[in-house]
């Protein structure tokens, strides 16, 4: 059996005007974007948690723990 990368939800790197990144109604830990991904991305999510923070709770309540670049099926 071969184990593969369980997605949630797979979308675009996206930010908004409070300088958030996001994907769908997941916000994306910036530190993480900023290091290793880029604007546009295509990937997936693979867990999520309840987003932590005061400032963004309201526009997203569900922070993504685990995320990777899909890769495009063919």
């Excluded at 997605?7 to 997941?26: P, V």
């Excluded at 880029?38 to 693979?46: A, E």
């Amino acid at each position: 059996m071969s184990k593969e990368k369980k997605e949630l939800y797979t979308g675009i790197i996206e930010k908004d005007e409070h300088g958030n990144y996001f994907c769908g109604e997941y916000l994306l830990d910036y530190q993480m974007v900023e290091k290793d991904f880029k604007l546009g991305d295509k990937i997936n999510i693979k867990s999520v948690i309840a987003n932590p923070s005061d400032k963004s709770f309201n526009l997203y309540p569900k922070k993504s723990r685990s995320f990777f670049l899909a890769k495009d099926k063919e």
